[in-house]
C-alpha cells in the first residue's frame, strides 16, 4: 500500500511542476495546437533544475529540501510575471485547451502505468552489464552533498567528473515528492518513457493535426525497434535459416516460451565491435543514465524549436521583457544537453541554427528569391545563432570549468564503414516510409530525382562507403523540398524535411568521423553509434510517423493513392504493417522478458512486483544491505568510506554506490574512462589492498590519512579477498579503529 501512496506522491510532484510551467511554455508555444502542454513537465524539470543548479553550483544555498524549495518559488515566480505582463488568464487557458490536455494527459498516464507495471516485475538497481550502481551512487551522492558538483563516489577526494544532470533531476524529484531513492529511482526511469512518449505524441500531434499520428509518433520514437527481432523469430520457428540470418537459435518449446527467454542483448551488435540500441530498449532497461533520460529532453527541444521559433514570434517579438525571457529560455535548453548528456548538445546547436535557416527563410521557392532574402536577413540570422550559442554556454560554464573530464581527446578520421544491411536492419521501417515520401512529394521532378540516385550509387561504389545510396538521397532531395514545397502544410512538412537531413547527416557523420574516447581500437566508433544513432532514431522516428500522415491523408501529394481502394495502395499499405509488425517485435519480447523476471544476461530475481530496487538484496546479501541501511540512517553528509576496490559490472563497490559515501577507488575501469591516465585507478587500488592486508598498523594509518578515510567497511568481499591477519589489526588497535557497527558478516570501524 505505501508504494502506490508513493507513486500517487510523484505523479502528483510532476503534475504541480508542469502546471507551473503551462502558462510559461504556451507564452513561447502558443501557436501549435497544443499550447505547449505536452512538453510542459519537461520544461518544468529542465527550468527547475537548472535553478537548483545555480544556487548549489555558486554557493548561494546548500542543496537540499529548501533549495529546491526556492528554486520552486522561483519558477512560479517567473510563471506569474509572464502572466501579468502578457495578460494570461491561467483559468481561460486551461479550459479552452481542456480536451487537449485531457487527451495528453491520458497519453501520459497511460504510458506511465505501462512502465509501472514493467518495473514492477523486473525493479531491481543491479549491476550485471548494467551501470544502475554508478547511476544510483551519483544520486546518493548529490542527496548527501552541501554544494555542487557534488563528490564522485569512486575517486574519494575528487569532484565527479561526468556529467551529473539527470541524476540532479531525480535527485530534485525524490526530495519534493519525499520517496525514498531505491523506489524514485524506478520511478525516475517510468517517468522518463511517459515523458518521452507524450513529447513525441505533442510534436507528432501538433505536425499532423492527429492524435492518432501524434500515438503512432511515440510508438516510433519510444518503442519500436529494429527489424532484427523478426529476424530472430524467424530462425526460431525456421531453424535451417541459421546459415542465413546470423543469431543464436533459442531452444525453447513453442513460440510463447520464446517470447519470454528472448536474447535482446545479441541485436545490440549488429555492427562489428560497437554497440547501438534502439530507444525503446535503454528505455526497457531503465538506466537513470544520460543516454537514456536525455531522449525525453531530445524530443521536448525538437518540440520547442518547432513551437517557438518555427510557428512562433520568435524574431517578430518587439517587446523587450518577452524577448529576453525567450531568449533566456532557449539557451538554458539548449544549454541543459551540456549537463545531461554533452554527446547531444553540438546536434542541437547545429539543429537550432538549421530550424532558425528554415524559419527565416520560409517562404521562400526559389534561387534568386533565397539568394536576395539571404542578403537582406543574414544579419539577423548571425545575431540571433551567437547569442543562443553564446548564452548556452555561459549559462552552463561552470559545468564545463569543473569537469575534469579526459575521455574525449579529439575526432578521429573513417573509423569504419558501416555496412548496408546492417544500416537497414536497424532503420529499415524509417528509411521505406520516408523514401515513400520522397516520392510522393516530387515525383513530378524525375529527371531530379534520378540523377540524384545515380550520382549516390556512383560515389557509393567509388568511396566504399555503402550507405551513402540512402543517405545522398535523403540530404539532395529533402533540401530541393524545402525550397520548393508550397501547400496549406508547408510548415509542418519542411520541418519533417529538415528533421530527415538531420538525421541523414549525423549518419554520414558516424561514417567518416568518430570521438576519440576511452574505447581504443577496434572498438573506436562504439560510443559514437551508441550515441548517435540514438539521435538518428528520434529525428527518423518523428519524420517517419509523420510522413505516414501526408502520404495517407492528404492524397494530393499522388495519382496512385487518390483512389480510395487501389491496388498499389493496398500493397504499399501491407509492407508498411508488415514493417511496423516486425519492428514491434523485438521491444514486445524484451518487455515479456523482463517482467517475467527471466535472469538471462541482467542478474534478474524473477516475481518481485515491487519497485523498490534494493528487495532482492534483502535476499541475496542480507548482511550487506542491513549495514547499508544502518550507514544510511546513522551516517550523514559526505564522507569517505574504504571498501574493496570494483570491477565494472560485477557485485563491488556496493557500498560507496549504495550509499553515496565516497570510497578510495570504485569500478577503476569506469574512472579511467573518464579521467584517462589521472585517474590512478591502479595506485588507489594497490593503497586499498595494503590497507586492509598490511599488518604494520603505522603503514596502514600512513595510507588512511593520504586518503582521508573516516570509516572502513568490512564485509563478505573483503574478507573473500584479504588475509585474517590483515584484518585483524581492526579489532586489536581499538585505539585507532572504533568499532561502530557489527552483525554477522558486516564490521564497520570508524577511523580515530
Not at 416 to 428: R, S
Not at 682 to 694: E, F, M, P, Q
Request: with cysteine; glycine share 6%; net charge negative.
Amino acid at each position: 500500500m505505501i508504494e502506490y501512496l508513493y507513486v500517487i506522491s510523484w505523479l502528483f510532484t510532476i503534475e504541480v511542476i508542469g502546471l507551473i510551467t503551462y502558462p510559461i511554455v504556451s507564452f513561447t508555444c502558443g501557436n501549435v495546437h497544443d499550447k505547449g502542454y505536452s512538453i510542459s513537465k519537461i520544461l518544468g524539470l529542465v527550468l527547475l533544475t537548472f535553478i537548483s543548479w545555480i544556487l548549489a553550483l555558486f554557493h548561494i544555498c546548500r542543496f537540499g529540501s529548501i533549495n529546491v524549495l526556492i528554486s520552486i518559488f522561483l519558477l512560479i515566480l517567473l510563471s506569474v510575471l509572464i502572466i501579468y505582463h502578457n495578460k494570461i488568464d491561467p483559468v481561460k487557458l486551461l479550459k479552452e485547451n481542456k480536451n487537449t490536455i485531457i487527451k495528453s494527459e491520458l497519453v501520459f498516464i497511460a504510458a506511465f502505468i505501462i512502465f509501472l507495471i514493467i518495473y514492477s516485475k523486473n525493479p531491481n538497481i543491479s549491476y550485471a552489464y548494467s551501470e544502475d550502481f554508478m547511476d544510483y551512487g551519483f544520486i546518493k551522492s548529490i542527496l548527501r552533498t552541501e554544494y555542487l558538483p557534488p563528490p564522485d563516489i569512486w575517486h574519494a577526494g575528487s569532484n565527479l567528473p561526468y556529467y551529473y544532470g539527470v541524476h540532479l533531476i531525480i535527485a530534485i524529484l525524490t526530495l519534493l515528492s519525499n520517496v525514498p531513492t531505491f523506489i524514485s529511482y524506478n520511478l525516475g526511469g517510468v517517468l522518463n518513457f511517459a515523458l518521452a512518449a507524450l513529447a513525441s505524441y505533442g510534436i507528432g500531434y501538433n505536425l499532423t493535426k492527429s492524435s492518432f499520428y501524434g500515438i503512432l509518433t511515440a510508438l516510433f520514437v519510444t518503442f519500436i525497434g529494429f527489424f532484427s527481432g523478426f529476424l530472430q523469430l524467424s530462425l526460431f520457428l525456421f531453424p535451417d535459416l541459421g546459415t542465413i540470418i546470423e543469431y543464436r537459435h533459442v531452444d525453447v518449446q513453442n513460440i510463447f516460451e520464446w517470447f519470454r527467454n528472448y536474447p535482446f542483448y545479441e541485436i545490440n551488435r549488429i555492427i562489428p565491435y560497437s554497440l547501438v540500441f534502439y530507444n525503446g530498449s535503454v528505455l526497457l532497461q531503465g538506466d537513470i543514465h544520460g543516454n537514456v533520460i536525455s531522449i525525453t529532453f531530445q524530443v521536448a527541444f525538437i518540440s520547442y524549436l518547432y513551437g517557438n521559433i518555427v510557428k512562433g514570434t520568435f524574431f517578430n517579438a518587439t517587446d523587450r521583457f518577452n524577448q529576453i525571457v525567450k531568449f533566456l529560455i532557449l539557451g538554458i535548453f539548449l544549454g541543459f544537453f551540456i549537463l545531461i548528456n554533452p554527446w547531444n548538445y553540438p546536434t542541437y546547436v547545429f539543429f537550432t541554427g538549421f530550424v532558425m535557416i528554415l524559419t527565416l527563410f520560409n517562404n521562400i521557392n526559389s534561387k534568386e528569391a533565397f539568394i536576395a532574402s539571404f542578403t537582406k536577413k543574414r544579419s539577423i540570422l548571425l545575431k540571433y545563432t551567437l547569442i543562443i550559442g553564446f548564452l548556452s554556454l555561459i549559462l552552463y560554464s561552470g559545468h564545463i570549468i569543473l569537469s575534469s573530464s579526459t575521455s574525449f581527446s579529439g575526432i578521429g578520421f573513417i573509423g569504419g564503414k558501416t555496412e548496408l544491411l546492417d544500416f537497414l536492419e536497424m532503420f529499415l521501417l524509417f528509411i521505406f516510409i520516408m523514401i515513400t515520401f520522397m516520392w510522393f512529394l516530387f515525383q513530378k521532378h524525375l529527371n531530379e530525382i534520378i540523377g540524384i540516385v545515380l550520382l549516390s550509387f556512383v560515389l557509393a561504389w567509388l568511396s566504399g562507403f555503402q550507405i551513402l545510396i540512402i543517405m545522398i538521397p535523403l540530404i539532395l532531395i529533402s533540401a530541393f523540398g524545402i525550397v520548393t514545397v508550397a501547400n496549406n502544410d508547408h510548415e509542418n512538412i519542411k520541418y519533417i524535411l529538415l528533421l530527415i537531413i538531420t538525421g541523414a547527416f549525423l549518419c554520414l557523420f558516424c561514417e567518416f568521423f568518430y570521438v576519440n574516447d576511452a574505447y581504443g581500437f577496434p572498438y573506436h566508433r562504439m560510443n559514437t553509434l551508441m550515441k548517435i544513432y540514438a539521435e538518428v532514431g528520434i529525428f527518423f522516428g518523428i519524420a517517419s510517423a509523420c510522413s505516414l500522415y501526408f502520404i495517407l491523408k492528404d492524397f494530393s501529394f499522388s495519382s496512385i493513392f487518390k483512389n480510395r481502394y487501389n491496388t498499389i495502395k493496398t500493397i504499399w499499405v501491407l509492407i508498411v504493417i508488415f514493417l511496423i509488425v516486425a519492428s514491434i517485435i523485438s521491444p514486445l519480447a524484451m518487455s515479456l522478458t523482463l517482467t517475467n523476471g527471466k535472469k538471462i544476461l541482467y542478474g534478474k530475481p524473477p516475481d518481485l512486483d515491487t519497485l523498490n530496487g534494493l528487495d532482492y538484496l534483502m535476499e541475496e546479501r542480507p548482511w550487506d544491505m542491513s549495514a547499508i541501511t544502518w550507514i544510511e540512517e546513522n551516517i550523514d553528509g559526505n564522507h569517505i568510506i574504504l571498501e574493496a576496490p570494483g570491477k565494472a559490472y560485477t557485485y563491488s563497490s556496493r557500498v560507496s554506490s549504495l550509499t553515496g559515501l565516497s570510497t578510495v577507488i570504485g569500478w577503476v575501469s569506469h574512472e579511467r574512462s573518464w579521467r584517462g591516465h589521472e585517474s590512478q585507478g591502479n595506485t588507489r587500488r594497490d593503497d586499498t589492498d595494503l590497507i586492509y592486508n598490511t599488518t604494520d598498523n603505522n603503514n596502514a594509518m600512513e595510507l588512511l590519512d593520504k586518503y582521508n578515510v573516516e570509516f572502513i567497511f568490512i564485509g563478505e568481499l573483503e574478507k573473500e579477498k584479504y588475509s585474517d591477519d590483515g584484518l585483524e589489526k581492526f579489532s586489536d588497535h581499538p585505539e585507532y579503529y572504533m568499532l561502530i557497527y557489527e552483525n554477522e558478516c558486516v564490521s564497520i570501524y570508524e577511523v580515530q
